[in-house]
């Protein structure tokens, strides 16, 4: 079966400081990998999609970055962390199949405050 | 316009009773529909997924979809406390391609004992 990992789980974080958030995912092959945010008490924000090694799609401008060394390894960074980038960052998989859009399963998350 | 729509609640139901959770679309060119639940301070769990217009039965949870209204509903059958949690309504993208999903904010359901 497959599994997601996200480490770590809580993070507390000054201004300034850079970010380095990873997730992992077993017993799948070239899945497709999002970095998701989730601010307190509001919808889910796709912030990067990668379909494969080296390609990744940014959703919106900002100050974060994300990259995928290996097939199964999806990482989510900043040089200069904001207040506003507090948040519950959340890492999913998909399948990847052609034709119909499918399921994304969830990692546990990353609690980050940047204080 | 929100391209998903869910009443944010709370969603108060007695212990046994059936829940109706409800979400709208705004691209009617959408294919895939997903319902998620999120208990407070944890990541969402995938609990059902539905293609085909019709009633898709798993367990105790029934999900409706209806393309022509843009229309996609969460039954759950004798609601227990556990159910508590919020549920997001998740739709493929249409535009933009690519294997992503657009949420809803998600509506919270209260079983009360």
Redesign the interface.
Known sequence: SQTIHQWPATLVQPVGSPLSLECTVEGTSNP?L?WYRQAAG???Q?LF?S?GIGQI?SEVPQNLSASRPQDRQFILSSKKLLLSDSG?Y?CAW?PFRRG??????????T?LTVT | QKEVEQNSGPLSVPEGAIASLNCTYSDRGS??F?W?RQYS??????IM?I?SNGDKEDGRFTAQLNKASQYVSLLIRDSQPSDSATY?C?V??VTGG????T????TQLKVEL
């Open positions: 497709n999002y509001r919808g889910l796709l999609y379909v799609s519950f959340l998909s119909r859009v499918y399921e994304q399963y969830f990692g546990p998350g609690r | 294919q895939s997903f998620y301070g944890k990541s969402p769990e995938l997924s293609y997001l998740a493929n993208r690519g294997n992503k999903l949420f809803g904010t998600g």
